[in-house]
């Protein structure tokens, strides 16, 4: 099972863990590009489940 989208609260700790401190505006952005990542490696991975079983032999 994939890894559920981050949450504010994830990212804000994230970011403290980090030492990061983000203006408003630039945490809005980051959050943003951060679920798209996940949203694309999520696709990445069902991409290459449906590879794996159309031809199991592949490398």
């Known amino acids: ?3 559920p989208e981050p949450t504010e609260e994830a990212f804000d700790e994230a970011a403290r863990r980090a030492g990061l401190t983000l203006a408003p505006e630039d945490r809005t952005i980051a959050l943003a590009e951060a679920r798209a990542l996940h ?3 999520a696709l990445v991975r069902a991409y290459v489940a449906g590879a794996d079983r159309r031809n199991p032999h592949a490398e």
Do not use: V
């Open 1 to 3: 099972m994939d890894a």
């Open 39 to 41: 949203r694309a490696a």
